[in-house]
């Protein structure tokens, strides 16, 4: 079975890259930021605080995260039952998910989850330590990236189709915050692996960076 592993900063594209490959090789895709954000709102709407690491430990005995796919292989999370993705977007679980995944009990209570699925069948996964923790296994790593400027750009673009009342400033203050959140904290932080291709798309098109990921995955497997 295929592991395609998908790396790298927020709004580098690896969502869009990760559903695109799933769709044009079949494989199922799975957004594990996405799981991370499920547990961030569980502690939002209960009202702890999250710089608590004892609290959100603690309420973690209370949080069931699962996924599902619809027939056209987008991915719906549950928490406790209920599909939350509506609510998962917002800047606010955003910085809540980059605060409780620096948790080590928050990362190992997800990690069966992320990987269960891989004995399912073949799959392309994104997040920020798939390459180096989750499947350090994958025949395929990749490690995408794009400029600031892009990144928050797209990252506010998508937030204010979705209606939301942002500015591109805060956007981006956001986004550098989380960036280095994520990639300084000591438990799986946000590097690439030593074996990922890296991907610069700050200057293409979604169909293009497909294209360059199909011919990095070609030269590795089968498909
Ligand atoms: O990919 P995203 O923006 O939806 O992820 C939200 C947060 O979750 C991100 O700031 C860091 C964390 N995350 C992580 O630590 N490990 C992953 N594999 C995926 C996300």
Redo the contacts with the bound molecule.
């Keep these: 079975m295929y592991k395609i592993a998908i790396d790298g900063p ?1 709004g580098s594209g ?1 969502s869009t890259l990760a559903k695109n490959l799933s769709k044009k090789l079949g494989f199922v895709y799975v ?4 799981l ?2 499920t547990v961030a709102l569980h502690m939002l709407r209960e009202g702890i605080d999250i710089s608590n690491t004892a609290s959100v430990v603690d309420q973690l005995a209370f949080v069931k995260v699962s996924f599902r796919h619809d027939a056209d292989g987008s991915q719906h999370v549950y928490l406790n039952g209920e599909d939350v993705n509506a609510f998962i977007r917002t800047p606010e679980v ?1 910085m809540a ?2 605060a409780v ?1 620096a948790i080590k009990e928050v990362r190992a209570f997800l990690l069966d989850t992320q990987r269960d699925i891989a004995n399912t069948g073949n799959v392309v996964m994104d ?4 390459g180096t923790v ?1 499947f350090p296994d994958a025949q395929v790593k990749l490690f995408l990236t794009a400029g600031n400027k892009e990144r928050a750009m797209r990252r506010y673009e998508e937030l204010r189709d979705k209606g939301q009342n942002v500015t591109l400033e805060s956007v981006e203050r956001d986004m550098l915050l ?1 960036d280095s959140n ?1 990639s300084g904290r000591k438990e ?1 932080p ?1 590097i690439p692996a030593e074996d990922a291709y890296f991907l610069d798309n700050s200057e293409l098109e979604p169909e293009e960076t497909l294209a360059r990921a199909l011919e990095i995955i070609s030269g590795k497997i089968d498909i």
């Design positions: 927020s690896k957004d594990t930021g996405a991370y954000r955003s998910a980059s995944s997040g920020r330590d798939i989750i989380r994520d799986a946000a």
